[in-house]
């Protein structure tokens, strides 16, 4: 009978697990959450009808009573055969309703995020060209849609396109023909199975099923890695924890066989494989060297400290099999590694070490430009208890840490290279989120939940073999089932926010310039849905989100918060002819970073070739160079379309801070060291500042260069405080109720809520009326916040806003619809989803 309940329960508990994660990762398929709010919304409705019936028809009972009879009548209707079926149909109705905006026209909802757009491109290129890219250079694979003109290599971390490729070309073969939007849909859910099959399996070599059915649900229903790895969400979260996952395996594997020389070769062997194939999926795949090399040394010191005491010949078979485990895995790393992608491993390696170490989490990069990354979101710096909030809270957390020390203690000798490599995991991994951002969040789940699975286990087996295990046993029980409670609510919750960013109206905006504009135009916008543009559209973009860490991300910056039209459009000029390439060939004549920058400033002041020309010849540039340049920033470009849309209003505050990125700043920043006087003066010469002036910039850098704000000093925030408001006017005054402000029209005074001081005057108010914009000060205001006011005929709109971006580009090109604007021409217009397109009118511009 024991025997008989092990042979369902062990299947069942592999297939509850993996069977629970699979169906939450459904969701973006069919909207289920969708569903309930749909009955919802035609229940509400319902009630809301018989609500005024029952007003109507019994006037004098009181509401109690109104109540009463409502919910009679409801009921009455819904229990009526004839009726459901009509509910059953509104319902059906609602729900299409809701959920059609995420589906395109085959009911297929649309890939979930930006980057899935880009690898689905690489995907289709590799069946049409055979290689990711669109063209061959020098027989490289180059992208041409991104950082047009020039484009770029493609990244050399390729597995994923040609894994997917290969999977996608082999069901093709065996079943019916799908189109590759709707396989790389679900591809993730065939990932995600693999992945969680084989951290069962582990769990269950190491332990039992037990700790593997709960390993499983920790990892698999941790919401942030639910949402990176549900259908829809064609990216490689799944394998890049695959992958290192198999690599402790079969190291750890190939130190348990110490005895068998043939297995602990063949376990290194493969596992040197996986370690190639690692760094040909991820460009993050370095952290696993750290890991698995400092497991190694800890297990080779930890070995030696145990058999001292033994004759050598045991001393040298136990540490012996450990050098012999590195020497395979490291070298043969690198030889496979060489022969994938015909490059050196460890100088990949310590490229990628130097760069991250220094510059992970940092505002500053090599160069002189700002970190981009230092703006993204998900890289943003988490506090301690931000992350414990992230894998399920305080006392989850402190359970698993509990019983990682106290598994480590009871099973130290036997398990000690398997603990080895899980802690160093885990301390690496928990600094990366302490300096580099959440984004690593979800490296943590695999250690912590393989620990908080082995500590179950052990609790479980103990209890068994307890004396009170009658007590105890039920107490352990129900624990259990409230961490079961709790894993399947955060998978529930993660799984009804998962919506794709690309909807019916992104569909509409991209077709409409895909069947529109000329092929070989260029798209202009901040780099977010650069992905969309490309695969959508079709056309080539300045940058997305895969070349948002080049300086086209600073120049358009600088565009989106300019306040000077021409000079906006000069600098995108210089950008759709030859992208952020004009400094770095201006630079190999200058041959000084700061310096070449403030000529290029002087250049995109300038509005004539002939007098750019004679500034360039005073920098004692050949004539070829100079007409380069030239041509670079004055020549006409290709068409290029310019896109805005109303999510940059939150981005604001990263953008600026690329815009106001001060050079004289991060001068005196990485000159420090140096001679103050001497400092001071090449400052002067090399910014064109007064001796008060740099002493200034000196000063304030000086006060918090050892400051862990002293990023924050380099540049300036400008802030939106959404959002766009309508207004409506009663008697004298106008009422916005998004942002609580208050406005007359005829005296202009102006007022919005603060929960500090109640109602607060506001800095300035910016008026836009009939394409011109006016402020008018308030000398009495204490704020720092101004108000933007745009007088419609259709009514009323109002923002609150910082002062500086009130006369922004980007304002004007979201907010004004671009009314007043030279350069600029409305093209696609979208005023319910704010999608705004308009050509650049190059020709309006002198060369």
């Not at 490291?330 to 760069?355: C, D, M």
């Not at 479980?460 to 029980?477: E, N």
């Not at 308030?778 to 109002?798: D, H, P």
């Amino acid at each position: 009978m024991h025997l008989k309940l092990k042979r369902i329960v062990i299947p069942g508990l592999f297939f509850y697990c993996i069977g629970i994660n699979i169906y939450f990762r459904l969701f973006p398929a069919y909207f289920p959450q969708l569903r309930k709010e749909a009955q919802k919304r035609v229940l509400e409705t319902l009630r809301r009808d018989s609500w005024q019936i029952v007003k109507r028809l019994y006037p004098y009972l009181s509401p109690y009573a109104k109540e009463i009879v409502t919910n009679r009548t409801i009921r009455g209707i819904i229990e009526k055969e004839e009726n459901k079926k009509n509910l059953s149909q509104q319902i059906q109705q609602v729900y299409k309703e809701l959920k059609d905006p995420f589906q395109n026209e085959h009911s297929q909802t649309y890939l979930l995020e930006l980057d899935p757009y880009h690898w689905m491109r690489y995907v289709r290129n590799i069946l049409r060209y055979g290689h990711p890219g669109n063209e061959k250079r020098e027989g490289r694979s180059y992208d041409t849609y991104m950082l047009a003109p020039v484009g770029c290599k493609v990244v050399s971390e390729r597995f994923p396109f040609y894994l997917a490729s290969f999977l996608y070309k082999g069901y093709n073969f065996f079943f019916r023909k799908v189109d590759l939007h709707r396989f790389l849909f679900y591809l993730p859910l065939f990932y995600i199975f693999i992945f969680l099959t084989v951290l069962y399996l582990f769990c269950r070599h190491f332990f039992s099923h037990i700790a593997g059915f709960f390993a499983v649900l920790f990892v698999g229903l941790n919401r942030i890695f639910l949402q990176r790895s549900c259908a829809g969400w064609f990216d490689y979260d799944a394998l890049i924890l695959l992958l290192p996952l198999v690599i402790v395996w079969l190291l750890v594997c190939a130190l348990r066989n110490k005895e068998s020389c043939s297995k602990l070769v063949i376990y290194s062997a493969l596992a040197s494989i996986f370690l190639a194939i690692f760094a040909y999926t991820w460009t993050g795949w370095w952290f696993i060297l750290p890991v698995s090399g400092t497991a190694l040394v800890f297990g080779l010191v930890n070995s030696y400290s145990l058999h001292s005491q033994d004759n050598r010949r045991r001393i040298r078979k136990e540490t012996g099999s450990y050098l012999i485990v590195m020497g395979i895995y490291f070298a043969g790393g690198i030889l496979f590694y060489a022969l994938i992608t015909h490059t050196n491993l460890i100088k990949t390696f310590l490229n990628l070490l130097s760069y991250y170490s220094r510059y992970l989490g940092t505002a500053t990069t090599p160069s002189i430009w700002p970190n981009v990354f230092y703006t993204i979101g998900e890289l943003q710096k988490p506090t301690f208890e931000r992350i414990i909030y992230l894998l399920y809270g305080r006392k989850v957390c402190l359970f698993t840490v509990g019983g990682m020390l106290w598994l480590y203690l009871k099973k130290r000798r036997e398990k000690f290279d398997l603990f080895a490599m899980l802690f160093c995991w885990l301390m690496f991994m928990l600094f990366a989120c302490l300096r580099g951002g959440v984004r690593f969040v979800i490296f943590l789940i695999i250690p912590l939940g393989i620990f908080l699975g082995g500590t179950i286990d052990e609790i479980t087996q103990r209890l068994r073999r307890g004396a009170r295990r009658k007590v105890t046993l039920p107490l352990f029980l129900g624990f259990t089932l409230w961490l079961l409670t709790l894993f399947i609510r955060s998978g529930y919750r993660a799984a009804c926010e998962a919506y794709p960013l690309m909807n019916d109206d992104w569909a509409k905006a991209l077709t409409y310039i895909k069947e529109n504009t000329p092929k070989e135009c260029i798209l202009n916008s901040w780099w977010d849905y650069g992905n969309f543009f490309e695969e959508v559209a079709e056309r080539r973009v300045l940058f997305n989100g895969h070349s948002q860490d080049t300086p086209v991300a600073y120049w358009m910056a600088k565009v989106l918060t300019s306040s000077d039209e021409e000079k906006a459009v000069r600098i995108l000029r210089m950008l759709n002819n030859a992208s952020y390439k004009t400094f770095d060939f201006l630079n190999q004549y200058i041959q000084d970073p700061f310096k070449c920058y403030m000529v290029l400033e002087k250049l995109l002041e300038i509005e004539k070739r002939e007098d750019a020309r004679r500034f360039l010849r005073t920098k004692l540039l050949p004539s070829e160079a100079i007409e380069k340049v030239l041509n670079e920033i004055f020549s006409k470009p290709a068409p290029a379309y310019f896109i805005v849309e109303p999510t940059i209003l939150s981005k604001m505050a990263h953008i600026s801070f690329l815009s106001n990125w001060d050079m004289r700043k991060l001068y005196v920043k990485r000159n420090f060291a140096r001679d103050k006087n001497t400092l001071l003066r090449e400052l002067s010469e090399t910014f064109d500042l007064t001796p008060e002036q740099s002493e200034a910039i000196y000063q304030t850098v000086a006060l918090t260069i050892y400051s862990k704000h002293s990023d924050e000093v380099l540049s300036e925030r400008w802030y939106f405080y959404p959002p766009v408001s309508g207004g409506r006017k009663e008697g004298d005054l106008v009422y916005f109720d998004g942002n609580a402000l208050v406005y007359n029209p005829h005296t202009h005074q102006t007022a919005f809520f603060s929960s500090f001081q109640r109602y607060k005057t506001p800095q300035s108010l910016f008026l836009f009326h009939k394409g011109k914009l006016r402020e008018i000060e308030f000398e009495n205001s204490t704020s720092n916040v101004c108000a933007l006011i745009i007088e419609e005929k259709g009514g009323y709109r109002s923002l609150l806003l910082d002062k500086e971006l009130a006369d922004s580009l980007f304002v004007r090109l979201l907010l004004f619809k671009g009314k007043g604007l030279k350069f600029f021409e409305p093209f696609y217009m979208d005023d319910k989803a704010r999608i705004y397109v308009y050509r650049i009118k190059w020709e309006e511009m002198d060369e």
